[in-house]
């Protein structure tokens, strides 16, 4: 249901990573001494990505999610040759891992619900030219935090039964 591993760049583009032993609902790839974070999840069709930081939707990165793996396209961010990424997939799995996808409206204190379980850690990350915010279950009622690492109340603000609280 999660597999880490480490790879070495080749500059080709289509490049596919199987074995991974399931199809994965989220990758996320990091390079090496530290640029942009690059993930994928299951919700975005075809070559479409995003970084976590504050960037529109990619391509060349991340194409597709397999049925037993992934496929990187020839962009740096993925797949310079000689150069070391780490990698983490997700599969979805019921009352454990769930990717979903919600249209913002800006209601304070709204409720995103269908996980099918309440959550220990959330990851969101808008379409548009957003950075993406976590929270974890042990943080401070009503805050999450950046990727850039700063704390921010009114983003994630609550873990519920059946998914998790929006400001």
Same mark, same amino acid.
């Given at each position: ?18 074995? !991974?032993? $399931?199809?994965?609902? $989220?990758?996320? !790839?990091? !390079? ?63 009352? !454990? ?23 220990? $850690? ?36 609550? $873990? ?8």
């Amino acid at each position: 249901d999660c597999k880490v591993f480490s790879y070495v760049g080749d500059g080709v583009d289509g490049r596919a990573f199987t074995g !991974i032993g $399931f199809q994965p609902g $989220f990758v996320l !790839i990091a !390079i090496e001494g530290g640029q942009e974070i690059v993930v994928k999840f299951a919700t975005q069709a075809g070559d479409a990505a995003f970084t976590l930081g504050a960037t529109t939707t990619l391509t060349n990165r991340i194409q597709s999610l397999d049925a037993d793996g992934f496929s990187v396209g020839a962009d740096a961010d993925v797949n310079t040759a000689g150069v070391t990424y780490h990698v983490l997939c997700l599969k979805e799995v019921a009352g !454990i891992c769930e990717v979903l996808t919600y249209t913002g409206n800006a209601t304070d204190n709204r409720s995103i619900t269908a996980a099918g379980f309440q959550p220990d $850690f959330v990851l969101v990350k808008a379409a548009a030219s957003e950075i993406a915010y976590h929270r974890f279950e042990d943080q401070g009622a009503g805050n999450s935090s950046s990727m850039s690492g700063a704390d921010a109340a009114d983003f994630i603000q609550a $873990f519920e039964a059946d998914g998790f609280q929006v400001g």
